[in-house]
C-alpha cells in the first residue's frame, strides 16, 4: 500500500490513535497506512525497547515508562485560568 500523505498530522494521528485504541483499525492496519511493514516495524521497535532496557535508558517518548493511568500517546492541551470564573479550564 503506497504512504497516504498527511493534511493535518498533529490531528490525523490523535485520530489514528483513538481509531487504535477504540478498536475500529488495528495498530498493523496504522503502520501499512504510512507504507511500511507492520513485521519489520513492531520488530524493530522491539529491537529499540530490547537495547533501552539493555542500557538501562528511558526516553520520554517511551509509553512504557509513563504512569497507566495517563493517555501515553495523546498530548493534552494546557490548562488556562479563567480569569472571570477563576477557574482553570
Same mark, same amino acid.
Given at each position: 500500500?503506497?504512504?497516504?500523505?498527511?493534511? =493535518?498530522?498533529?490531528?490525523?494521528?490523535? /485520530?489514528?490513535?483513538?481509531?487504535?485504541?477504540?478498536?475500529?483499525?488495528?495498530?498493523?492496519? /496504522?503502520?501499512?497506512?504510512?507504507?511500511? =511493514?507492520?513485521?519489520?516495524?513492531?520488530?524493530?521497535?522491539?529491537?529499540?525497547?530490547?537495547?533501552?532496557?539493555?542500557?538501562?535508558?528511558?526516553? =520520554?517518548?517511551?509509553?512504557?515508562?509513563?504512569? /497507566?493511568?495517563?493517555?501515553?500517546?495523546?498530548?493534552?492541551?494546557?490548562?488556562?485560568?479563567?480569569?472571570?470564573?477563576?477557574?482553570?479550564?
Amino acid at each position: 500500500m503506497p504512504k497516504l500523505l498527511m493534511i =493535518d498530522p498533529t490531528k490525523e494521528i490523535e /485520530a489514528q490513535i483513538t481509531a487504535i485504541r477504540g478498536g475500529l483499525k488495528t495498530l498493523s492496519e /496504522a503502520i501499512r497506512e504510512q507504507g511500511n =511493514d507492520p513485521e519489520k516495524q513492531l520488530e524493530e521497535m522491539a529491537k529499540d525497547n530490547g537495547l533501552l532496557d539493555q542500557y538501562k535508558l528511558k526516553l =520520554d517518548s517511551d509509553p512504557r515508562n509513563s504512569p /497507566a493511568n495517563v493517555n501515553q500517546a495523546v498530548p493534552t492541551k494546557p490548562r488556562v485560568e479563567n480569569k472571570k470564573f477563576k477557574t482553570l479550564v
